[in-house]
């Protein structure tokens, strides 16, 4: 068995046993992100309450990372349309200047949905990435940084026994859960 089989089927290993994506936590991970990013509106800052930290030990809550991506484009871009929703909700009697006319909640909705999958794509690496460090298997940062793993990772992911071996797992297990990919 060669280095890339064996750490192939370390990350396989590895990847099976992550647990499902805490939505609830990464809700909360980037609510507390974003509301960092309110640095322009200050005055805001004090009504949008903090979310519980996820992970709790988390020594930096509001920076802009998101496991080894820094990514204060996205949580900046995350904050307008959170402001636009907020101001398009206020309740008539609190818009004395009449702001809520110039904004359209549906489209602050749509935006905002739009960010925040953009952001979930780094959730999910940087929850897999925790999960396989727990285990300590090889995590896609060490993976990416091996020049040759992709092209071995490749053709053995492709391989007829592999692709075999995982449909027969899935309907031993009644699922699809590996196969379907």
């Not at 890339?4 to 290993?13: G, W």
């Not at 994506?21 to 509106?41: C, G, I, M, Q, W």
């Not at 602050?108 to 999958?117: C, H, I, P």
Request: aromatic residues 12%; contains cysteine; proline residues 4%.
């Amino acid at each position: 068995m060669s280095d890339y089989e064996k750490l192939f089927e370390e990350a396989i290993k590895g990847i099976k046993a992550v647990k499902s994506f805490p939505y609830d936590s990464y809700t909360n991970r980037l609510h507390n992100k974003v509301r960092a990013f309110l640095e322009d509106e200050p005055h805001l800052k004090p009504y949008i309450d903090r979310a519980p930290n996820y992970p709790a030990n988390d020594d930096d809550p509001d920076s802009s990372k998101i496991d080894i991506f820094d990514i204060w484009d996205l949580l900046y871009k995350a904050s307008i349309p959170s402001m636009g929703s907020g101001i398009a909700s206020v309740d008539d009697k609190y818009d004395h200047k009449h702001l809520k006319q110039y904004i359209s909640g549906g489209n602050s909705k749509v935006r905002y949905l739009e960010v925040l999958t953009n952001l979930m794509g780094f959730c999910l690496g940087e929850h897999i990435n925790r999960e396989l460090e727990s285990q300590q298997a090889p995590t896609m940062e060490i993976l990416w940084n091996d020049v040759g793993f992709a092209n071995n990772y490749r053709s053995l992911l492709t391989s007829d026994s592999f692709i075999k071996n995982e449909i027969r797992t899935d309907i031993l297990r009644d699922d699809h859960l590996f196969s379907i990919a």
